[in-house]
């Protein structure tokens, strides 16, 4: 079905009644047509990129499909909520035919000021879980065959994800539960160390912990896919040594052209495909800017696809853009603001060096400001559309871009699930 999808106008919680049921806050609209930048083709361009995002598998493996409010000075507020709207009207006309959907789990401030609690993330799951429910457009996705009974029905297979383990504590058990609840994705951490492992913004790095592996051994029993997106680079490479199924990078790129331990370097990358894993490119702001491309775009991300092409083959790379469906630079610009680089509660250790290291090395304010959107790779509807079209652009063949945009994503989870 690829891109004809059979949606019946759907909207996130319809079946209750705004500011009765639950606070209501003006939502911006999902996509700025202004801000839709597609790669142009020539008429026969046109007709081979239609056929092959019909043909195609296309999968996000790093997504927030939600919409965000419309002032980003109100986004704490509105995650205190614990009510996010997915934009199904949006994702009907991405073209994708599964999403990775990473929810709010890391900024839900229900029970706490940072984040990642049990309570609240059960939370989070539960309300995303109640409004898909409601619908029949999205599939909640807990096997392959989900995916490609989406694309051949012309529905959205939706995976549940959560970008940090965190939430555990340090109580293995809470995995079967949250496997049982139906997540099948799951980050060992989100940049602070945690119970499993180190992240990438500790100043040492003692790479996986003992509890960690325990911790891995039975994410693997279980069957998540499993991803080192926000591990320091030894705690990654021991997640890849060690886990019995392939993982992922779900969204990152290289550190070999974007100098900041937000990225991986060939070492990571290389290990990583060589035990069959898949390095998907990621695209928030200002992220993946390159020396040749220093404004983010669709150039900057595919000189990243090309590069881990390049150093490990078209088989072992996909896409996890980390784009929503919210104004992502005023997210970034907003948090900066209010609480600086290092975030609410954060100092400066002596000592330790350039906190900008993991941060992108243009992430501030004015650079921010000059940006103002991810030309080209804006939102989850325009993000591996606009990739499918530059490789077409450049000479790619159709199973090289079919692999790229989903089938090597495809091919990782029939081994790891």
């Avoid at 019946?8 to 079946?15: C, F, L, R, V």
């Avoid at 029905?153 to 109580?171: D, H, M, Q, T, Y």
Wanted: proline fraction near 4%; aromatic fraction near 8%; glycine fraction near 8%.
């Amino acid at each position: 079905m690829g891109r004809n999808k059979k949606y019946d106008g759907y909207k996130a919680y319809q079946y209750l009644e705004p500011s009765r049921d639950y606070r209501e806050f003006k939502l911006r609209r999902a996509v700025i047509p202004e801000w839709w930048e597609p790669v142009p083709l020539s008429k026969t361009e046109e007709e081979r990129f239609k056929m092959v995002m019909e043909s195609s598998i296309v999968i996000d493996l790093h997504a927030h499909p939600d919409i965000s409010p419309e002032n980003p000075l109100e986004n704490r507020d509105f995650d205190r909520e614990g009510r996010n709207f997915l934009a199904y009207e949006a994702l009907a006309a991405s073209g994708l035919d599964c999403v990775f959907d990473n929810m709010q789990d890391g900024s839900s401030f229900i029970n706490t000021k940072h984040g990642w609690d049990w309570n609240s993330t059960l939370h989070d799951l539960g309300m995303r879980l109640c409004d898909i429910a409601h619908q029949d457009f999205l599939i909640h996705c807990k096997r392959v065959d989900d995916i490609e009974r989406a694309h051949r029905e012309g529905k959205l297979a939706w995976v549940a994800v959560l970008e940090s383990v965190s939430c555990i504590e340090n109580e293995v058990d809470r995995l079967d539960v949250l496997y049982g609840l139906g997540v099948r994705s799951i980050g060992v951490n989100y940049s602070e160390s945690n119970m499993l492992g180190s992240g990438l913004k500790e100043h040492l790095d003692g790479g996986l912990t003992e509890f960690g592996y325990d911790a891995l051994v039975r994410m693997n029993k279980l069957g998540f896919l499993v991803d080192v997106s926000h591990t320091s680079d030894q705690t990654a490479l021991e997640v890849i040594e060690l886990s019995k199924d392939p993982i992922i990078v779900s969204h990152a790129g290289a550190r070999a052209l974007t100098p900041t331990t937000r990225m991986f370097p060939d070492e990571v990358i290389q290990a990583l495909a060589e035990r069959g894993g898949v390095m998907a490119i990621e695209a928030a702001p200002n992220l993946t800017v390159t020396e040749k491309h220093p404004l983010h775009g669709i150039e900057s991300y595919m000189e990243h696809i090309e590069y881990c092409i390049d150093l490990v083959g078209v088989d072992h790379v996909g896409c996890g853009p980390d784009s929503n469906y919210g104004d992502h630079v005023g997210l970034y610009l907003t948090n900066l603001e209010q609480h600086g680089k290092l975030g609410l509660g954060h100092y400066t250790r002596p000592g330790k060096g350039n906190e900008a290291k993991y941060l992108g090395i243009d992430m501030n304010v004015e650079q921010l400001k000059k940006l103002k959107y991810v030309r080209g790779m804006e939102n989850p509807s325009e993000c591996l559309q606009n990739v499918c079209r530059w490789m077409i652009k450049h000479g790619y063949s159709d199973t090289e871009i079919a692999k790229i945009i989903g089938g090597n994503g495809l091919s990782l989870l029939k081994k790891a699930w």
